[in-house]
């Protein structure tokens, strides 16, 4: 037992080592001005929003569901491939390891539900009124039913069934929970909890004498693990993550082969930079993501020079985003494949960057002239922000291949 306890902590300690080494490059000072600046502009339209709250909205039921779904936490347990072969003899020893397995879980997302409680406190502060008791019992429930919900989920994949399905049971029995707490009263959440609590101890009856399911929380873990290489891949290169391409048929209109004019080296770059991006995994779905928080975020604010602001970041941001994707490309298999000089895969770069901004920059127009057709003259700064952005990109680009070369 022991032992058991001393191996998940050396593999927790290794966990969190490898977050920090990542994080570093998560957190940098671009990501850190974009995050200050979209919780600013959420922060101002939700406080521009409290003040002309509609009333005929089920607030309680939206509620109950956005935690419902933020509740069910992923089960982590840390094992690896081997252990399949090497733990399988000490599997009655594990009890003290999956224990704390299920504490590093709850711990590790217990922080999802908390930021969807505090900005639902001061929309509750008026909805609720003078029963704001309710809420306090709703924040209550809200930390006791992820944990029971992992225990649950624990016997349910011992048991050998499918994790989507407790994953739909919990987000039945929460959302009943919570919905019932803000609407009937606080004591009514009770229910969920006996209900929770017989689940646990009707399946911990039922699995006994059965072993673990090896191969299925192994692969659980495999795959919480590679979803958080992706993230980290979207702003520094994963060298346990291999980069992998999808063919959406919606896009192909954009990657028509070159014509027997254009066929040559000075536009064959270009065109491998955007069949990378529209293909790749990464890229495209970072940029995606970025823009269309950045759209909602734009249509969220009522301020036509706050919007162009942020706006402008957003451009920035995406763009220098993409100045990741080059070392991606450029020094993988293609300039092997096709040998030509540095200054024309540079060059190829610096053109898929331009048609990226002006394709970026008109769809940030379109919703920003729209929401603020009075102040239409503001999308010249997408595009100027845009413009000096790959300026300073590609500069910074060739005078890093001068120092190389030297």
Not at 85 to 90: E, M, S
Not at 177 to 183: A, E, K
Not at 341 to 359: A, C, D, P
Request: positive net charge.
């Amino acid at each position: 037992m022991n032992d058991a306890k001393k191996l998940f902590n050396i593999r927790r300690n290794e966990a969190l080592l490898e977050k920090v080494k990542y994080n570093k490059f998560i957190f940098n000072g671009h990501f850190l001005v974009f995050l200050t600046i979209m919780l600013g502009a959420f922060a101002l339209g939700y406080s521009d929003w409290l003040k002309h709250v509609p009333q005929d909205v089920n607030y309680s039921l939206i509620m109950s569901l956005i935690l419902a779904f933020v509740s069910i936490f992923p089960m982590r347990t840390l094992f690896k491939e081997a252990d399949k072969l090497y733990l399988l003899p000490f599997e009655k020893h594990m009890r003290s390891y999956i224990k704390k397995s299920i504490v590093y879980s709850y711990l590790n997302r217990l922080y999802l539900p908390v930021i969807i409680l505090v900005i639902g406190i001061p929309l509750f502060t008026q909805v609720l009124s003078g029963k704001f008791y309710l809420y306090i019992s709703f924040i209550v429930l809200s930390f006791i039913y992820p944990i029971l919900g992992l225990i649950v989920k624990w016997y349910w994949i011992k048991y050998g069934l499918d994790n989507w399905g407790v994953n739909v049971l919990l987000f039945i029995v929460y959302a009943s929970g919570y919905y019932t707490t803000l609407c009937v009263g606080m004591f009514s959440g009770l229910a969920t909890i006996v209900i929770l609590g017989a689940v646990i101890l009707l399946l911990e009856n039922i699995n006994r004498g059965t072993f673990f399911q090896w191969e299925t929380l192994i692969s659980i873990e495999y795959n919480h693990k590679m979803n958080y290489y992706k993230f980290v891949n979207m702003f520094t290169d994963v060298k346990v993550l291999n980069e992998r391409t999808v063919r959406r048929r919606y896009l192909d209109v954009f990657l028509k082969a070159p014509s027997v004019n254009k066929f040559n080296d000075d536009n064959m770059y270009k065109y491998l930079f955007i069949r990378s991006f529209l293909r790749g995994k990464d890229a495209f779905f970072v940029v995606l993501r970025f823009m269309i928080i950045g759209l909602l975020l734009i249509w969220w604010i009522d301020q036509a020079i706050i919007s162009a602001i942020l706006g402008a970041v957003i451009m920035y941001l995406l763009i220098l985003q993409l100045s990741q994707f080059y070392k991606q490309q450029a020094y993988g298999l293609w300039p092997q494949v096709w040998p030509v000089s540095e200054n024309k895969v540079i060059t190829g770069y610096h053109q898929f960057l331009r048609l990226m901004m002006w394709i970026l920059g008109i769809i940030l127009s379109t919703i920003y002239v729209i929401k603020f057709t009075d102040s239409f003259y503001f999308i010249v700064l997408f595009f100027i922000v845009g413009w000096l952005t790959i300026d300073s990109t590609i500069k910074k680009l060739k005078k890093h291949q001068e120092l190389l070369r030297d």
